[in-house]
């Protein structure tokens, strides 16, 4: 899971601007998945740590911004999220540090973060930084659907390499719209891609939601063939099920006797018979109880 790789790197880190950036990351990961409260404990992480620079500062402010609001303490995160877009007005050609000033302004505060993603993307191309840039289209995208401006969103993701994750998100909401426009047969098709790409992610309250929207435009979402769990072999089984208990490789191959690659194996075949593409994913299907001894 890329939240476990964040923070396997964040804790081996011995720079505390990298480890910052790691725990940004790695929050990011955890809201896109639904887990809130690993935000809150990642801020905590990061409260020791020293911040050299501007960039540093913002990173900091950002996290504990969204984790007092995270808590319920919506007067405390507002001076920290505003700490956040006065430091982004400081680097203003520092795409990274925009693209995280849109989500303050607009997750956060509740106030226009556009100017801040369109200044990423615009500082991304000017400069060159092909490896950023998608990431500033993305929040582009995301900030014309919080604004409301559904089509211009889904024609940039349509011209733009974003994650699945985000572009499962503007499937959903694109969907929603629709939905609300009383669009019922186009908006189908929107929100069953999310459905579909968000179990593909792992991001298992906003497939939940999706499935919800679906329902409400009277398709009911087809549930995945637990015969399936019938395929699987002794071994497999055993490994499906102390993945979902949450054991890593390395502990699953400790406890079988196994090599951590023989595991990872028998986990892939695990996903490609269950047609799932997650350790998420597999924590939700119904498997047989194990016997031990």
Avoid: C
């Avoid at 923070?7 to 011995?14: G, I, Q, Y």
């Avoid at 929107?190 to 298992?204: I, M, N, P, W, Y």
């Avoid at 006797?257 to 799932?276: A, D, M, Q, W």
């Amino acid at each position: 899971m890329a939240l476990a790789r964040l923070l396997e790197a964040a804790d081996a880190s011995t720079d505390p601007s990298l480890t910052l950036q790691l725990l940004v990351d790695a929050g990011e990961a955890a809201l896109f998945s639904g887990q809130l409260a690993t935000v809150i404990e990642l801020s905590q992480r990061a409260d020791p740590l020293r911040a050299a620079t501007a960039r540093d500062r913002l990173m900091l402010s950002m996290l504990r911004g969204f984790a007092k609001t995270f808590s319920g303490d919506t007067d405390g995160a507002r001076p920290l999220l505003q700490d956040v877009l006065r430091e982004a007005d400081a680097l203003e050609d520092d795409p990274r540090a925009l693209v995280l000033a849109a989500a303050a302004a607009s997750a956060g505060l509740g106030e226009d973060g556009l100017r801040y993603a369109s200044r990423a993307v615009e500082s991304s191309r000017r400069q060159g930084l092909l490896s950023l840039l998608p990431r500033a289209l993305e929040t582009q995208s995301y900030e014309l659907l919080f604004s409301s401006n559904f089509d211009l969103a889904y024609a940039i993701e349509e011209s733009a390499a974003v994650p699945p994750f985000q572009r499962a998100r503007t499937e959903l909401l694109y969907g929603e719209w629709l939905r609300r426009e009383r669009r019922r047969t186009q908006a189908r098709a929107h929100l069953r891609a999310a459905l579909e790409l968000f179990h593909k992610v792992g991001a298992a309250p906003w497939a939940d939601r999706a499935g919800a929207g679906l329902r409400a435009t009277g398709e009911t979402a087809r549930k995945r063939d637990q015969s399936a769990v019938a395929q699987l072999t002794p071994q497999e089984l055993q490994v499906a099920g102390l993945v979902a208990e949450g054991l890593t490789n390395k502990e699953i191959a400790a406890q079988l006797f196994l090599s951590p690659r023989t595991v990872g194996y028998h986990l892939r075949k695990v996903f490609t018979k269950l047609g799932i593409a997650s350790r998420t994913e597999l924590a939700r299907q119904v498997l047989p109880q194990r016997t031990t001894g």
